[in-house]
């Protein structure tokens, strides 16, 4: 199945578009959602939960490291301990 990539990006700016239509070409779906790194929760960003999630990041200093690693824990922490 094709894969559903979530671009997040702490502020908007030029030339964002770009990634999502390459995305699109290959056949993916994308959602691009602007949000500070501390305030997202993947389990609100609609994601599919019968996929697996793989992880990259760009240019992240150490704290945004820490936040993106924290955000994905609790993403596998509401799936894998659910009823």
Known sequence: SPAHVVL???????NRSKADK?????GGDVTRL????RHLVLSRAGLPR???VVAMSKH?????TDLSLRCLHAYAHTY???S
Request: hydrophobic share 35%.
């Open 50 to 52: 019968q996929r697996p």
């Open 60 to 64: 992240l200093c150490g704290v945004a």
């Open 8 to 14: 997040v990006d702490r502020d908007e700016g030029p």
């Open 80 to 82: 894998t301990h659910e």
């Open 34 to 37: 602007t949000i500070d790194i």
């Open 22 to 26: 390459m995305i699109k070409l290959c």
